[in-house]
């Protein structure tokens, strides 16, 4: 084997200084830190502030500002970098579609420029914090982060570790009064996070000032919220955490070496070879990739991949300690109810301690040998203390164990509505994710009739009768059977009554010819006054010359008048009124169909005519048709839970819950496919009240003075009144609460 072959296990890791730039409203932040080849590292950091803004500085104080921020931060380092990796933490309203805004980016790229550094990365701070935060509890935080400085502060809106609405402004008659002006111009939240997290800000006198602040009951907090202040150190470990993830490294951070490092930095170098352990570290796993890092290509951040790893709190029992104990009565409710079981319950127990010790001197060996001697006083004295202190544990049981007490909070229901599209099928099941919801056909059966206008006209009238002769200049006879057409000279045409003979001619060319003559009763093809022929109106036969007619007489009798008779189009105009007239009807009955947990749609999808007989027959003369008919009117009916599951995903809020007897819907539009498939346009109404955790509120309230208790339910968002009942009623102790929360019922009902 050679020993060339085999890795340098005593190969010293190579090391790098990178630096990352977190820039916020008031001041610029260097940090620099340390990578090897599984590893970051914190080394140091330093923070310089603009003279207003970042947003005012002018382009020459920007560069001077960063300048000195990394200048301060190299103080510590023991070699001078050339050109610094940078990853930079960047305001939210830097950011544009994922973009650098044009605006910003160009003064990055002057600063890369001037001050020798290589952007290789961008982040928003907001989202880094958010990702700590999430790490250090073990879920997404919902919350409001007050980001405060001396004259400008930052309220970010956090709903599920998510950046919903962040807004800036001037702080205004104080950081807490500024803020809950800007929490009343969020769009976002129906119900307020009762949490503000207060970042970079170890002065007491702010925290203090959040916590005694009235907060407005506008804002809709669930109850009075909780003040939480982040140490000054998180921004450096949410940006160091987001690089770590994002570079495949892990991260070594220990808070004590930021204090040490700023109170140090001109004398403590930071060692290659100090070891990890024994240090209190957090880590960081080694997913995510540096696909992260296209700012000099691109200058597009893309989504920093939310690490799965838990770090250690930041917050030490100590911190927590100092901040709980300058809460004010009114505030301070889980500190109480951890330390103490309410006044009355400790005197109680210093009483009982009062009667114990009086026992034990009672049963001293001077006492029981007094006794032995039979002292009836010392005998009384005895059972007088066994007797109080009999009484005293009896009050102390019933008041720890026995003692219920029942809540009563009355809050105000939410009136909200939305818009949707849904699709009722018949021919298919419940899909809540494509908004289909399965549904049936309800028939309702009507009878009834209907009369209708008469719209069909025609002519009636008599047809013309006459007499003609026929005359046969022929030499051969000539018959002439019935209804033979013979026409007049204006070209009316009329028919003979009956078959006749007509002779030939007679005669010759000396004496003259003479046609053959006959009479003919004839009439007229068509009824008509115009068939009232004239005498002497001479006819045609056919194509035959030699033969004609002529009457000796006027034509009469021919007579013609307009009038309604019923026609198809009246049939069918009377088939679509019917079922008009009976809607009404079907709508009352509608209700009767209706079976149990389901909900019929008040617009029925068609018709159908089960039966129909009229009155008259088609070319009746008459003004009016009656049908008399049965009529189906068929409905969309759908299952009330599909709607309700509909609802609550509509509805999707963790902080309200809907009231399910109180979801209404009305139908605005409705298309019927041929499959029967209803496609409807709705607008849903619901009442929705906040949630209110009864079991925490238990417990935040247990063994407190009804009174104080009262006056914090009543605080509560949306409570309108609060009423509390304590059983047994105990003299001088029915104005406590139960110690066991197990023992307090609290009833919610809204209004």
Do not use: C
């Amino acid at each position: 084997m050679k020993i060339s072959s085999l890795p340098n296990l005593w190969k010293k890791e190579e090391k790098e200084f990178y630096l990352s730039l977190i820039l916020r409203n008031e001041k610029a932040k260097a940090v620099i830190f340390e990578k090897t080849t599984h590893t970051l590292k914190y080394v140091s950091a330093n923070e310089e502030e603009f003279t207003s803004t970042i947003e005012n500085a002018s382009l020459e104080e920007f560069l001077s500002v960063l300048d000195k921020a990394i200048s301060g931060a190299e103080i510590p380092l023991t070699s001078t970098v050339d050109k610094y990796k940078t990853i930079l933490a960047l305001k939210d309203n830097w950011i544009e579609n994922e973009k650098i805004k044009k605006e910003y980016l160009d003064k990055l790229k002057k600063a890369g420029d001037e001050l020798g550094l290589e952007p290789i990365g961008f982040l928003t701070f907001s989202e880094s914090l958010t990702n700590l935060l999430q790490k250090e509890e073990g879920a997404p935080v919902t919350a409001i982060i007050a980001e405060v400085g001396k004259k400008y502060l930052t309220a970010y809106y956090i709903k599920s570790g998510r950046v919903m609405e962040a807004k800036t402004s001037e702080i205004h008659q104080g950081a807490s009064f500024t803020v809950e002006t800007l929490l009343k111009h969020l769009e976002t939240p129906a119900v307020m996070p009762a949490r503000i997290i207060l970042i970079n800000s170890d002065e007491d006198e702010l925290t203090q000032e959040f916590i005694n602040h009235q907060w407005s009951k506008s804002l809709n907090f669930l109850h009075i919220p909780q003040i939480q202040m982040l140490p000054t150190n998180s921004d450096i470990k949410a940006v160091l955490l987001g690089a770590a993830t994002q570079m495949g490294a892990k991260l070594e951070f220990d808070a004590s070496d930021v204090e040490r490092v700023e109170q140090n930095k001109s004398f403590e170098n930071v060692s290659e070879e100090k070891g990890i352990e024994g240090q209190n570290l957090d880590y960081v796993g080694k997913e995510g990739s540096m696909d992260f890092f296209g700012f000099s290509k691109s200058d597009v951040a893309k989504d920093v991949q939310q690490d799965k790893v838990s770090e250690k709190s930041a917050l030490h029992d100590e911190a927590l300690k100092e901040v709980s104990e300058e809460i004010p009565e009114d505030v301070k409710i889980k500190t109480e109810k951890k330390l103490n079981i309410g006044t009355l319950g400790v005197l109680l127990v210093e009483k009982a301690k009062s009667a114990l010790s009086l026992f034990q001197n009672l049963l001293s060996k001077e006492a029981l040998s007094s006794l032995r001697n039979g002292g009836i006083k010392d005998k009384k004295l005895l059972f007088i203390g066994l007797g109080i202190i009999a009484l005293f544990i009896f009050f102390y049981f019933v008041f720890i164990f026995q003692t219920k007490a029942t809540v009563k909070l009355a809050i105000d229901l939410q009136t909200l509505t939305k818009d949707e599209s849904l699709t009722f099928s018949p021919n298919s099941t419940t899909n809540l994710d494509d908004k289909l919801l399965e549904a049936k056909i309800v028939p309702i059966e009507e009878e009834g009739s209907v009369t209708v206008d008469v719209k069909g006209k025609k002519d009636v009238g008599e047809k013309a009768k006459g007499t003609v002769t026929i005359f046969n200049n022929d030499t051969d006879p000539v018959s002439l059977a019935k209804g033979t057409i013979i026409t007049s000279s204006n070209e009316l045409d009329f028919l003979l009554d009956s078959g006749v003979s007509v002779a030939s001619a007679s005669g010759d060319v000396f004496s003259g010819t003479k046609p053959g003559t006959t009479n003919a009763n004839v009439t007229a093809e068509d009824i008509g006054t115009e068939y009232n022929l004239p005498s002497d109106t001479k006819f045609t036969i056919g194509s035959n010359k030699s033969i004609g007619a002529k009457n000796d007489n006027a034509f009469s009798g021919g007579s013609k008048k307009n009038v309604l008779v019923v026609s198809k189009e009246d049939f069918a105009n009377a088939r679509a009124e019917l079922p008009k007239k009976l809607t009404t009807k079907a709508e009352q009955d509608l209700s009767k169909k209706v079976e149990s947990g389901m909900t019929i749609l008040p617009q029925f999808i068609d018709t159908e005519l089960l039966s129909e007989k009229f009155d008259k027959k088609e070319g009746d003369e008459s003004n009016k048709l009656i049908l008399t008919g049965a009529v189906a009117f068929n409905y969309i009916a759908y299952s009330n839970s599909d709607m309700i599951n509909f609802v609550q995903n509509l509805f999707n809020d963790s902080e309200t819950e809907i009231m399910k007897s109180s979801i209404k819907t009305n139908v605005k539009d409705l298309t019927v496919a041929r499959n029967r498939d209803v496609s409807a346009d709705l607008t849903i109404e619901i009442k929705a009240v906040a949630k209110i955790d009864t079991k925490s509120l238990a417990e935040d309230i247990k063994g407190m003075d009804v009174g104080k208790a009262k006056n914090l339910l009543s605080n509560l968002d949306k409570v309108k009144s609060v009423e509390i009942s304590v059983f047994p009623p105990i003299p001088f102790l029915s104005s406590a609460l139960p110690k066991n929360p197990a023992n307090i019922i609290i009833n919610v009902n809204s209004n």
